[in-house]
RNA sequence: GGGCUUGUAGCUCAGGUGGUUAGAGCGCUACACUGAUAAUGUAGAGGUCCGUGGUUCGAGUCCACGCAGGCCCA
């Protein structure tokens, strides 16, 4: 024999863990995985960098076993993946954290500390807990390649970002424009949003605020608004920065916010006028004591103001409606037309102001957004240079335009103010110190609320308190103010992107067409640019008036280009070869222009998103090397993250995939020949997140946050991943409970190692050793056999088809329930005596076969999710026959699981008649359990019989080939089919709904009157000639449901139109019957208690008690000594150390012995 | 505030296209079984299917409006 089968006193997941975990370092099974496929058809995996400066958490467990789920499956079916790690490492945390080792803040950079320094840090701490996150990987058993990863701050990294910057450049998708930023003018430096997170950056401040009436010009569109007016029209609406109405170029409404026009007078100016505002807040601004008012009868200057509803509709009927500029002061650049008008916007609100948001696109994200959305110009002037501004300069102060028309207005309305202002003095906040307590004091804000007054444009002027953002630096308030930016035009393929994204096979499909799709279609340019240190520079040299720029694509242009400057005589020295592209180096770099001007590279850096979505391409420093590699795994079939990435990495995969197909030829070619219409992956799992048990966020305040390492050291990664996997769809959010990881441990791992541990005991007493090249032959096999085989073949194309879908916890309630309910509960239950009784038999060895089959199937397809314990058992089962296969060539030569080919589903092996058969069986089963629960009767106990309604022939047939294992399972003798002719059968009927509900509809209470109230003889006819008229209804045979009554006069239990009657009398044979084998059981407790083999033989002694007994041991002494290996039963009177042992009724005295 | 999403037994989850007794596992209680025994079977208790309206002969399922939780974005 070449060896036994392993067996095990006691199962510790961890240690399995950590021994399987060696097996696989020290066999190279991973590298094996890979390099054993070569030439085979590659499936490609996409791993998104984690950032390795904070250490990993249990959700990153989550996130990394469905990405090692699929790979492994892939593998598994014969395909080659090759995964290569990465590390994300620039950006913004790594400099924050660097900021807190050291002490410092942005502003000491180039002071206190040089940007060499500084960068220098960045790139010691950004690895800073990489060896966690090796450890975590390695443990979870989350194959990927550590060895070769790939890692963003590289220069072959960066050049490959480089390259793909210029393709957009050239094809005019890289451009320079604004985007509205916080802004000091007081610091004169733009604020990153962590910077306004600062604490005390908001402060509660007094505004003046303006509620302004915009008025509307009369066309189709606002023709229904003139009808009910008693004046000229007004929209109303609500600034806290009266500053930025000089700007306004639009005004936003709510689509589904309701509004009302509204008749009434002006406070300041006693004018009639007719405004429009929403409904809801009418109150603030019309007071209920006024209502009865007529606006008749009101006289300028009376300070209660009557006013009158006179319509209501809802904002979609004010979208288009173009108003008069409200101080027109400075006129749009260009799309003058497209100015002034009402649009619609997401982010109104009737929670303050009059429901409509003024909008000044130069001075507010939201406007500016809404702006480019519908092609509102922004209001801008032209500089000196030439150059596009805005209204405002960088120093906070009014253009000199407005400034002058401020001035007239002062003058014009006679304005006081505490000193003479000239064109330049109009700062939009107080950043010049002026005297604020001086008595004629008044700010920009006042002076325009005054002249609005004045014009009859201002409806309601009052302080508010709000909070505002205030500069760190200086204290003075935040203005939000254009800035220059690089962007890339994702807007030119918003519909592009759109229709691939509908390619891409999302799990959940929500997240695809709902989060990311609609994110896509409210698509803006995607603002390239970081004012930063750490971070890949953006590649764009300029001169000093900007007239002249190129854009760098590698590193043999820039070695180029600086020759060039050399020659110019700009520069000294060509690049050393290890030249850093970061900064402060790539700064120091200063080019020639045509015209032989110097070019500065632009300061800033890139989004990091840049980095990680371009990763299919510079994670193989594409073009420039592994061209090969990268068409053979461009795009990926796969990738998987959290679904916080949607607008992440998602987005920026997607959206460098679909732009740079536009505008590299080369790429163009890759995917022409990979048949990828401009995608970056085609099926992505986007998983949720792990909460603590009670649905908490994890977080260290909360003190609930779980260990990942403390995990899965306490239970092993198995039970931890299929814990995950299993318990809920990944997508879902997990609620992490540890009692979860143990009730998997008890109900799936405990019952496939109980099956296991079964099959090894019996196994190594008979011998068995699986040999492939000699298996019984199908016709050996037994019903259970075939039945079981065929429910394996059944799981293989399930759990397949599932996997193939991305549904891995269907593919692992599936394993499980095989295991649980039909392998163990019924497979092996049925079976046992099978394996431990008579010699090693054909059959015996089909038994052994079988389940050691579905033992083996069950570690490959389990294998993806519980690597660990899925190798172990796969090797607990081949290990000792490994030598012969590897000779023979069979299929189990491979030493680990992984290696495996996944055995297919053979369609001739599945019979599904059989498996619905065995349902029945198991359902028959459980109803007659339920009967005798119900009659106190045990199942020791014989009965004669089981009462079977039929319904149909075929169902009779199916029990009948079934009909041996529910005998033998209940302990009954026979089953007893009873059909029409039996006289005992009583049909009765149901109305089919679905089919019913169709053709009568409202006339369903009727039918199904009627139907209930057929007799037997109306239910006969129905079932013979297939229709009956009764009560004007025409029923057809389909239009019902029979089923079977009750039967009268015996024990029935019935569900799901299954009904099983019991005849539960028990004769004198029956009972003598169940004594015997009550016997039986106690004789084998007997034999347990004294620690007996299961091999020895025994004889028994038994003193004499009462006829039934006595009679009970004499007829079934055979089937006694049979079942408990005794070679003598003895009846004696009486017995010397005699155990005795309760037989429920009585007290038997007995004695068993070891025969030698 | 917007987009997406979740809400079914004490807990974790199933419940194509609407069809009349809403299921499983765990937990609890009781009984049984016993050559897998730290396993197994059966039964019992446990539900306003988040709420309110609507569509329909019929709604856990479809629609509308809410409520509560979550994520992303403002």
Redesign the pocket.
């Given at each position: 024999m070449a060896g036994k089968y392993k067996e095990y006193?006691?199962l510790n997941f961890a240690q399995i863990g950590s021994e399987i975990l060696d097996f696989w370092k020290k066999e190279k099974i991973f590298e094996k995985s890979v390099t054993n496929r070569e030439g085979a058809p590659s499936f490609t995996f996409y791993e998104g960098p984690p950032s390795a400066n904070g250490t990993p958490g249990i959700h990153h467990v989550i996130g990394r076993t469905v990405k090692d789920i699929f790979c492994r499956f892939k593998t598994l079916q014969g395909y080659q993946v090759k995964r290569k790690g990465g590390w994300d490492t620039h950006g913004l945390p790594v400099e924050l954290q660097v900021e807190k080792q050291l002490g410092i803040t942005k502003d000491d950079i180039g002071k206190k500390i040089s940007i060499e320094e500084y960068n220098q840090k960045c790139r010691e701490t950004v690895m800073m807990y990489k060896d966690q996150w090796d450890d975590l990987t390695e443990k979870m058993g989350y194959w990927v390649d550590l060895q070769h990863p790939y890692i963003t701050y590289s220069k072959e990294y960066i050049e490959s970002l480089w390259w793909l910057l210029k393709q957009l450049y050239n094809k005019k998708l890289l451009y320079k424009g604004y985007s509205i930023q916080p802004f000091s003018p007081a610091a004169g430096t733009g604020l990153s949003s962590h910077e306004l997170n600062l604490p005390g950056c908001y402060k509660d401040v007094k505004d003046t605020s303006i509620v302004a009436q915009f008025n509307i010009k009369k066309d189709h569109k606002s023709d229904f608004l003139f009808k009910k007016a008693n004046a000229d029209v007004f929209i109303l609406a609500w600034t806290t920065t009266p500053w930025t109405l000089p700007s306004n170029t639009a005004l936003v409404v709510?689509e589904?916010i309701n509004y009302v026009q509204v008749n009434t007078f002006n406070p300041y100016t006693f004018k009639p006028v007719s405004v429009v505002l929403a409904k809801d807040l009418l109150g603030k601004y019309f007071s209920e004591k006024n209502k009865g008012l007529k606006l008749s009868e009101y006289k300028s200057g009376d300070k209660a103001i009557p006013y009158e509803i006179v319509q209501e509709f809802s904002g979609k009927q004010l979208i288009g409606i173009k108003y008069n500029q409200l101080m027109p002061y400075v006129q749009p650049l260009y799309d003058a037309e497209k100015a002034f008008q009402v649009v619609a916007g997401?982010?109104?609100?009737?929670?303050d102001g009059t429901g409509v948001v003024h909008s000044s696109p130069t001075f507010g994200?939201?406007d500016f957004?809404v702006a480019k959305q519908h092609g509102i110009p922004p209001l801008t002037v032209r500089d000196d240079a030439g150059n596009e501004i805005p209204t405002v300069d960088r120093k906070g102060k009014f253009i000199r335009e407005v400034g002058a028309k401020l001035k007239e207005g002062v003058a014009k309305f006679g304005i006081k103010t505490h000193k003479l202002l000239d064109v330049d003095d109009f700062y939009v906040k107080n950043y010049t110190n002026e005297d604020e307590t001086h008595h004629d004091y008044k700010n920009t804000d006042v002076i325009i609320s005054i002249i609005l007054k004045e014009e009859n444009k201002a409806f309601k002027v009052e302080k508010y308190e709000h909070t505002y953002p205030h500069c760190w630096r200086t204290d003075k308030p935040v203005l939000y103010y254009p800035l220059d930016s690089w962007f890339i035009k994702t807007t030119a393929l918003k519909d592009k992107m759109a229709e691939l994204n509908k390619t891409i096979n999302w799990k959940?499909?929500?997240?695809g067409?709902?989060?990311f799709?609609?994110?896509l279609e409210n698509l803006v340019d995607w603002n390239l640019s970081r004012s930063r240190y750490w971070g890949t520079p953006l590649p764009i040299w300029k001169t000093k008036e900007g007239q002249e720029e190129i854009c760098i694509g590698s590193m043999d242009e820039l070695t180029n280009e600086v020759q060039k400057s050399i020659q110019a005589g700009i520069m000294k020295a060509a690049l050393p070869p290890e030249f850093d592209l970061h900064r402060p180096y790539v700064d120091d770099v200063i080019l020639v222009s045509p015209s032989g001007q110097p070019m500065y590279r632009e300061p800033d850096l890139i989004d990091v998103w840049f980095d990680s979505g371009a990763m299919p391409y510079a994670q193989w420093h594409y073009p420039f090397e592994n061209k090969e590699v990268f068409e053979k795994n461009y795009p990926a079939d796969f990738i998987a993250e959290?679904?916080?990435q949607?607008?992440?990495w998602f987005f920026t995969l997607h959206a460098i995939a679909v732009m740079i197909n536009e505008c590299s030829d080369e790429i163009k070619a890759v995917n022409l020949s990979n048949g990828n219409p401009g995608i970056a992956f085609k099926n992505v799992i986007s998983n949720?997140?792990v909460?603590d048990?009670?649905?908490?966020?994890m977080s260290k305040r909360l003190g609930n946050v779980v260990n990942p390492f403390e995990t899965l050291s306490k239970y092993g990664p198995d039970l931890v991943r299929w814990y995950m996997m299993e318990?809920?769809?990944p997508w879902?959010?997990?609620?992490f409970?540890y009692?979860?990881i143990v009730?998997v441990q008890?109900?799936f791992f405990?019952?496939l190692q109980?099956?296991y541990?079964?099959f090894a005991?019996y196994a190594n007493i008979d011998g068995f050793e699986k040999d492939e090249m000699n298996n019984v032959p199908a016709s050996n096999l037994s019903l259970l056999d075939r039945w079981i085989t065929s429910k394996l073949q059944s799981l293989i194309v399930e759990v397949t088809k599932a996997y193939d879908e991305y549904e891995p916890?269907r593919a692992a309630?599936a394993i499980q329930d095989f295991v649980?309910?039909h392998?163990?509960?019924?497979?092996?239950?049925l079976n046992?005596?099978r394996?431990?009784k008579g010699e090693f038999s054909v059959d015996k060895k089909a038994a052994y076969e079988t389940l050691y089959e579905s033992l083996m199937v069950t570690a490959q397809l389990m294998s993806a999710i519980a690597p660990f314990y899925a190798e172990w058992l796969y090797k607990n089962l081949t290990d000792n026959i490994r030598q012969k296969a590897i000779a023979n060539k069979t299929p189990l030569r491979h030493e680990s699981v992984h290696l495996t080919d996944l055995v297919k589903a053979e369609s001739s092996r599945i019979d599904m008649e059989l498996e619905l058969s065995m349902d029945y069986a198991?359902r028959i089963?459980?109803?007659v359990?339920?009967i005798?629960?119900?009659s106190?009767i045990?199942?020791?106990?014989p009965l004669q019989k089981i009462l079977l309604p039929v319904l149909d022939k075929s169902f009779a047939d199916r029990i009948k080939t079934v009909e041996d294992i529910i005998l033998a399972e209940v302990n009954v003798k026979t089953i007893q089919y009873i059909d029409d002719t039996s006289g005992v059968l009583v049909k009765k009927v149901?109305?089919?709904?679905?089919k019913?509900?169709?053709q009568?509809?409202?006339?369903?209470?009727e039918v199904?009157a009627v139907i209930s109230s057929l007799n037997k003889e109306e239910i006969q006819v129905l079932e013979k000639q297939g229709a009956l008229s009764k009560s004007g209804f025409d029923l057809v045979l389909e239009d019902v449901l029979i089923s079977s009554e009750d039967i009268p006069g015996w024990a029935v239990?019935?569900?799901g139109g299954l009904t099983v009657a019991l005849d539960i009398r028990v004769t004198d044979e029956l009972k003598k019957e169940g004594i015997a084998?009550?016997f039986?059981?106690r004789v084998?407790?007997l034999?347990?208690e004294q620690g007996l083999?299961?091999?020895?033989k025994i004889s028994i002694e038994v003193e004499k008690d009462g006829e039934a007994v006595t009679a009970a041991l004499t007829e079934f002494s055979d089937y006694i000594s049979t079942?408990?290996?005794a070679l003598t039963l003895e009846l004696k009177d009486s017995i010397a150390d005699a155990t005795e042992v309760d037989m429920?009724e009585f007290v038997l005295k007995v004695r068993i012995s070891v025969m030698k």
């Open positions: 006193k006691s709510g589904k997401d982010f109104v609100t009737t929670e994200a939201d957004r959940p499909e929500s997240t067409t709902g989060r799709g609609n994110w959290g679904v916080d949607t607008r992440g949720g997140l909460l048990k009670n649905g908490n966020k318990n809920a769809p879902d959010n997990l609620k409970d009692d979860g009730e008890r109900r405990g019952t109980n099956t541990s079964f005991l916890t309630r649980n309910d392998l163990s509960n019924w497979y092996v239950r046992r005596k394996f431990w198991q089963c459980s109803l359990h339920s005798r629960k119900n106190k045990k199942v020791r106990t149901k109305p089919n709904f679905p019913l509900g169709k009568y509809g409202p006339k369903m209470k199904s239990a019935s569900e084998r009550d039986v059981n084998q407790n034999r347990k083999e299961v091999l020895d079942e408990t290996q429920d």
